[in-house]
């Protein structure tokens, strides 16, 4: 199957890492315990270089949305809904919410995350309504 892969580099693996777990995966900062998303070498609270992380719990709800519709993209099938998600954790990240039509998706709805398992080598999070 053909997908767009993500770029998965020093900061990022732990993530992938995780997904692959059935694990959301949020970095946190060792020294301060602030958590930050996307993750990066520094601390933006503490600028320590003391990287951990936390398993998320996986709830959210939507801050905001867009319904994808063109270009095409590989291994989908048009159109998708990407959402910026306030995690209950305390950060906010992008991820395609599935199972909920175009014209159901809205600002403030609960979702929860879901793992999509492409091969053995990537799983990609995806969300669902709550
Ligand atoms: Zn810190």
Redesign the pocket.
């Known amino acids: 199957m053909s997908v767009v892969r993500p770029m998965v580099n020093r900061d990022s693996q732990f993530f992938w890492d995780g997904t692959k777990l059935g694990e959301l995966r949020i970095q946190r900062?060792n020294?301060?315990g602030?958590v930050r998303f996307p993750p990066g070498p520094a601390?933006q609270?503490?600028d320590?270089y003391d990287r951990g992380h936390v398993v998320a719990a996986g709830t959210g709800t939507v801050y905001s949305y867009v319904v994808h519709r063109h270009p095409p993209v590989p291994g989908k099938e048009l159109p998708i809904v990407i959402a910026l998600i306030d995690l209950v954790d305390g950060v906010r990240m992008v991820g395609e919410v599935v199972d909920v039509a175009d014209d159901e998706i809205e600002i403030g709805m609960p979702l929860r995350v879901d793992f999509n398992r492409v091969d053995d080598d990537l799983t990609l999070p995806v969300w669902r309504r709550a």
């Open positions: 900062c020294a301060c602030a601390c609270s503490c320590a």
